[in-house]
């Protein structure tokens, strides 16, 4: 069974950090490219990160802030969050896909999704 679960996320003060986890199983880890998502409460889901954890290559949507990395032996993704502020506040969710491609993957080639974990910055 496919599973992403997601974690790490809560409240945070503005300038503060949070790491978020991406743990996977049922599917070959490294064959696919693993991207954040996040979406604000009435706007569009939106990547701000990706990996492909077959080489490490990595795209950000903002550079400086976000860092995405993985640890293959663990199958798991994390996204290192820093300076953050208000209108990162958002639901963080963490998707597979089995594409050739680090950056503007359409969100119907996903091919797995987690639940999420919700990150509020208050000002």
């Known amino acids: 069974e496919v599973q992403l679960a997601e974690s790490g996320g809560g409240l945070v003060q503005a300038g503060g950090s949070l790491r978020l986890s991406c743990a996977t199983t049922?599917?070959?880890?490294?064959?696919?490219?693993i991207c954040w998502l996040q979406q604000a409460p009435g706007k569009e889901r939106e990547a701000v990160a990706c990996?492909?954890?077959?080489?490490?290559s990595t795209w950000l949507r903002d550079q400086g802030r976000f860092t995405i990395t993985s640890d293959n032996a663990k199958n798991t993704a994390y996204l290192q969050m820093k300076g953050l502020k208000p209108e990162d506040s958002a639901l963080y969710s963490c998707?597979?896909?089995?594409?050739?491609?680090?950056?503007?993957?359409?969100?119907?080639?996903?091919?797995?999704w987690g639940q999420g974990t919700v990150v509020t910055v208050s000002s």
């Open positions: 998707a597979a896909a089995h594409v050739d491609a680090i950056d503007h993957i359409p969100p119907d080639d996903f091919d797995y």
């Open positions: 049922g599917f070959t880890f490294v064959d696919y490219t």
């Open positions: 990996i492909v954890p077959w080489g490490g």
